[in-house]
């Protein structure tokens, strides 16, 4: 069973600039698909970045050039660097992992999600 933990998550001024981590353990996470998430209140959980096993990346609009996601196989880490900070992006911040298993059978999909971590910006 793999665990996700974020962290790096606080309290920072608008223009500001913040990274988290989401460390893993019980697995290598090599073969996942990692996402970022996030989750204001009152609002629906939505997809803020994604970089899968081989390294493609992909970023929400409201990202999009403020955001960076990488990750690190070796240490199984996952980093969200986020600069440029603007108050509509205080909310919880998860980590995701996804991997799926094909077999001749089916295709048997594992999801993983962190407990995630308070990211707040004032204005």
């Known amino acids: 069973q793999v665990q996700l933990v974020e962290s790096g998550g606080g309290l920072v001024q608008a223009g500001g600039s913040l990274t988290l981590s989401c460390a893993a353990s019980?697995?290598?996470?090599?073969?996942?698909?990692m996402y970022w998430y996030r989750q204001a209140p009152g609002k629906q959980r939505e997809l803020v970045a994604s970089i899968t096993s081989g390294g493609t990346i992909s970023y929400a609009d409201s990202a999009e050039g403020r955001f960076t996601i990488s990750r690190d196989n070796a240490q199984n880490l996952m980093y969200l660097q986020m600069n440029s900070l603007k108050p509509e992006d205080t909310a919880v911040y998860y980590c995701n992992a996804k991997v799926q298993v094909a077999t001749i059978e089916r295709v048997t999909e594992f999801e993983y999600w962190g407990q995630g971590t308070q990211v707040t910006v004032s204005s």
């Open positions: 019980g697995g290598s996470l090599g073969s996942f698909t």
